[in-house]
C-alpha cells in the first residue's frame, strides 16, 4: 500500500517535470533561434518555400512547382471528393440499394483520356524550362567548377577573367566553431575564403567536374544543380538579374566532411568585376615574379 502512494504521488510529479524540461529546452534554445537573421539571397529563418529566384530559370522552376502542386492538388480534392460523396450519399443506412452493371465504356474512355491531357499538360508547361536549363550556349563567361573533398577549385576558361584560378574552402573560422559545438553568425558553414565573383546580368557557363568522388555544384537561388563526376564533363548556366551574395552547398554525399563543402557565389556589378579581375590578374603576376626567386633560394 506504501509503495502504491509512493507511485500515485511521483506521477504528478513526472507530469509537471515534462512540460517543465520542454520550457526550458525551448528557452535555451530560443537565444540561439533569434541571434539568427535571413541571408537575402537565402536560406531564409523558418523558410517553408523555395528560395528567392534571382535568375528567369529559378522563377520558372518556382511558377512550375506551384502550377504542379495546383494540379496535384486539384485532382486529390475531386477523385477524394467524388469518393467520400459516393460512401456518404449510397450508404446502406439511409436505404440505398447496390446497382449491379459489368462496365461503363464512357467512364473507361473517361478516366483514361482525362489523365493523359493532364499529364500532357504538365509536361507542355515543364518542357519549355527543361530544354532552357540545358542551354549553354552564347555564354559570356565559362568557369569550370571542380569539386574536391572537400572544396571546389575555379577556372575562368573564357570571356572576361580568362585564366584566373584558385581554389574556395570553407571559411576557417567557420570550422573551428562546428569543432567547438559553438555555432555563431547568419552565414555560418556558408562563408567561404574566396567566393566565385561573377558580373550580373551575365550568362555564366558552369563546367562541373570532380577528382575523387561524384560531387554536386547547386546554388538553389539560381535554380542550378549539376552533378561533378570524375571522368566526365557536365554543364549548367546561369544569368544573376540582381547584385548581392548567393549561397548553396555541394548537393551529393561525398564524404565525412561532405557539410564542410559551401558555395558562394558573388554577383557584383559590370564595373566592380572587372576591377576584381584586375585585382586578380596582379596578384597572379606578383605570384609569378616570386616564384624564380623562392625557387632560387632553395
Wanted: glycine letters at 8%.
Amino acid at each position: 500500500m506504501t509503495t502504491m502512494r509512493r507511485h500515485a504521488r511521483s506521477r504528478p510529479l513526472a507530469a509537471r517535470a515534462v512540460p517543465c524540461a520542454l520550457a526550458a529546452l525551448g528557452a535555451a534554445a530560443l537565444p540561439a533561434w533569434a541571434q539568427v537573421a535571413s541571408l537575402p539571397g537565402g536560406p531564409a529563418v523558418n523558410q517553408l518555400n523555395l528560395h528567392p529566384p534571382v535568375t528567369a530559370i529559378a522563377e520558372q522552376q518556382q511558377w512550375l512547382h506551384w502550377m504542379m502542386l495546383v494540379i496535384c492538388g486539384a485532382i486529390f480534392l475531386g477523385v477524394f471528393g467524388v469518393m467520400f460523396y459516393s460512401i456518404l450519399k449510397h450508404r446502406k443506412s439511409v436505404g440505398h440499394k447496390a446497382a449491379h452493371f459489368h462496365e461503363s465504356l464512357s467512364v473507361e474512355v473517361a478516366w483514361t483520356v482525362v489523365p493523359f491531357v493532364i499529364v500532357i499538360l504538365m509536361g507542355a508547361m515543364a518542357t519549355r524550362t527543361v530544354v532552357a536549363q540545358k542551354d549553354t550556349s552564347n555564354a559570356d563567361i565559362t568557369i569550370k567548377a571542380t569539386g574536391y573533398q572537400w572544396f571546389w577549385g575555379y577556372d575562368y576558361l573564357k570571356g572576361e577573367g580568362e585564366g584566373i584560378g584558385f581554389l574556395s574552402r570553407l571559411d576557417p573560422a567557420h570550422r573551428a566553431m562546428s569543432d567547438a559545438g559553438q555555432p555563431s553568425g547568419d552565414d555560418y558553414l556558408l562563408k567561404v575564403d574566396n567566393p566565385l565573383v561573377v558580373p550580373v546580368d551575365k550568362k555564366v557557363r558552369v563546367i562541373t567536374t570532380a577528382s575523387d568522388v561524384i560531387h554536386a555544384w547547386m546554388v538553389p537561388s539560381f535554380g542550378v544543380k549539376q552533378d561533378a563526376i570524375p571522368g566526365f564533363v557536365r554543364d549548367t548556366w546561369f544569368r544573376a538579374n540582381r547584385t548581392g551574395d548567393f549561397y548553396g552547398q555541394c548537393a551529393e554525399l561525398c564524404g565525412k566532411e561532405h557539410a564542410y563543402m559551401p558555395i558562394h557565389v558573388k554577383v557584383v556589378s559590370h564595373e566592380d568585376y572587372s576591377a576584381w579581375v584586375a585585382t586578380q590578374r596582379k596578384a597572379m603576376q606578383a605570384r609569378a615574379d616570386t616564384a624564380p626567386a623562392i625557387v632560387a633560394a632553395r
